[in-house]
């Protein structure tokens, strides 16, 4: 009850503002109350005696509170269970933070981890500082190679797709630029990017390589996986071309009709309506499922994982198997 209050309340707040600030305040409010009322009263504790225990890390879209990515992989992997570290509002520097304050400063936590047969950091995050992707690559770097260094085995999931015409990060030009700071964050991830292009002048004055645990040891990209509005109307081409001049790629009028085409195709870019949940950031549990089964397609043999179990799983109150 008090989750289907706190997102109606969200509902209402953002029905009487103007998008996408005051959505997005009303969104990370709803989202931090449900949070700490879902929040166990000693952290650290884990319940079962699965061999391998998951820990999962990331902004909002992690914390999702009706049937979460870590809740869906819990029920189709039988030899894992997972525990929920994400942070509402969470970029680059809050994630080391979080890392650092909630997990590896958790003696608890650590102690039940290291007993265990292994343990994982499970990550999806980074969209909350999309706005500088090299220091979001810089602080993501800094904290997968914290948790290598404490034991844990990293596995990341890439950003989904959003955007919608109604936020201006996305209006005319500024869709594509806000479109391949997302792409550079994942190519990241992915481990498809150097330092050099990766981290940008955050990467001046180190190893041209990467170093130990920067770069997750297990990645799944989630950009394909069928969350995109691929079929989404282009937008006008006459409209693009006109005010091509006055965009921030003006200086590159010799790609204008790669650009061009590239600007008409940013609502193919984001996250399809069907899977949005009460924004065109947040997936929905159908899309969360559609994360995890991405995941347990790529997860290790250890996990124990069923995938054919989970595409017949459902939310309902709590992950369980569908008609």
Same mark, same amino acid.
């Given at each position: 009850?008090?989750?289907?209050?706190?997102?109606?309340?969200?509902?209402?707040?953002?029905?009487?503002?103007?998008?996408?600030?005051?959505?997005?305040?009303?969104?990370?409010?709803?989202?931090?109350?449900?949070?700490?009322?879902?929040?166990?009263?000693?952290?650290?504790?884990?319940?079962?005696?699965?061999?391998?225990?998951?820990?999962?890390?990331?902004?909002?879209?992690?914390?999702?509170?009706?049937?979460?990515?870590?809740?869906?992989?819990?029920?189709?992997?039988?030899?894992?269970?997972?525990?929920?570290?994400?942070?509402?509002? @969470?970029?680059?520097?809050?994630?080391? /933070?979080?890392?650092?304050?909630?997990?590896?400063? &958790? *003696? !608890?936590?650590?102690? #039940?981890?290291?007993?265990?047969?292994?343990?994982?950091?499970?990550?999806?995050?980074?969209?909350?500082?999309?706005?500088?992707?090299?220091?979001?690559?810089?602080?993501?770097?800094?904290?997968?190679?914290?948790?290598?260094?404490?034991?844990?085995?990293?596995?990341?999931?890439?950003?989904?797709?959003?955007?919608?015409?109604?936020?201006?990060?996305?209006?005319?030009?500024?869709?594509?630029?806000?479109?391949?700071?997302?792409?550079?964050?994942?190519?990241?991830?992915?481990?498809?990017?150097?330092?050099?292009?990766?981290?940008?002048?955050?990467?001046?004055?180190?190893?041209?390589?990467?170093?130990?645990?920067?770069?997750?040891?297990?990645?799944?990209?989630?950009?394909?996986?069928?969350?995109?509005?691929?079929?989404?109307?282009?937008?006008?081409?006459? @409209?693009?071309?006109?005010?091509?001049? /006055?965009?921030?790629?003006?200086?590159?009028?010799? &790609? *204008? !009709?790669?650009?061009? #085409?590239?600007?008409?195709?940013?609502?193919?870019?984001?996250?399809?309506?069907?899977?949005?949940?009460?924004?065109?950031?947040?997936?929905?549990?159908?899309?969360?499922?559609?994360?995890?089964?991405?995941?347990?397609?790529?997860?290790?043999?250890?996990?124990?994982?069923?995938?054919?179990?989970?595409?017949?799983?459902?939310?309902?109150?709590?992950?369980?198997?569908?008609?």
């Amino acid at each position: 009850m008090i989750h289907r209050t706190l997102r109606d309340s969200a509902r209402r707040v953002a029905a009487r503002t103007r998008p996408p600030k005051m959505l997005a305040l009303a969104a990370v409010l709803a989202l931090s109350l449900v949070a700490a009322a879902s929040r166990p009263a000693i952290a650290g504790q884990f319940k079962t005696q699965r061999p391998v225990r998951v820990v999962v890390l990331g902004g909002s879209i992690s914390m999702y509170y009706k049937g979460n990515y870590g809740q869906f992989l819990e029920y189709g992997c039988k030899n894992i269970e997972v525990i929920n570290r994400a942070k509402v509002g @969470a970029g680059g520097p809050a994630l080391v /933070k979080r890392l650092q304050t909630e997990i590896l400063g &958790n *003696k !608890a936590l650590m102690g #039940e981890l290291k007993a265990a047969k292994e343990f994982w950091l499970l990550f999806q995050g980074g969209l909350n500082s999309v706005w500088s992707p090299w220091m979001t690559n810089f602080h993501l770097a800094k904290m997968f190679a914290a948790a290598k260094g404490a034991g844990f085995r990293t596995f990341a999931l890439s950003l989904t797709p959003w955007g919608d015409d109604s936020d201006k990060r996305f209006r005319g030009w500024e869709g594509v630029w806000t479109h391949r700071a997302t792409r550079k964050i994942n190519a990241y991830l992915l481990g498809k990017l150097q330092p050099d292009a990766a981290l940008g002048r955050y990467g001046k004055d180190r190893p041209h390589e990467w170093m130990k645990g920067e770069v997750p040891d297990q990645a799944v990209d989630l950009w394909d996986i069928g969350l995109r509005d691929k079929d989404a109307k282009l937008r006008e081409k006459a @409209a693009l071309e006109a005010s091509f001049a /006055k965009s921030r790629f003006r200086k590159e009028p010799k &790609n *204008k !009709a790669k650009l061009v #085409e590239e600007a008409r195709a940013v609502p193919r870019n984001y996250l399809d309506k069907r899977y949005r949940d009460f924004d065109h950031i947040h997936p929905n549990s159908e899309g969360h499922k559609m994360m995890a089964l991405a995941a347990c397609r790529r997860a290790p043999a250890s996990w124990g994982c069923d995938c054919k179990r989970l595409e017949k799983a459902v939310w309902k109150g709590k992950v369980v198997e569908g008609k």
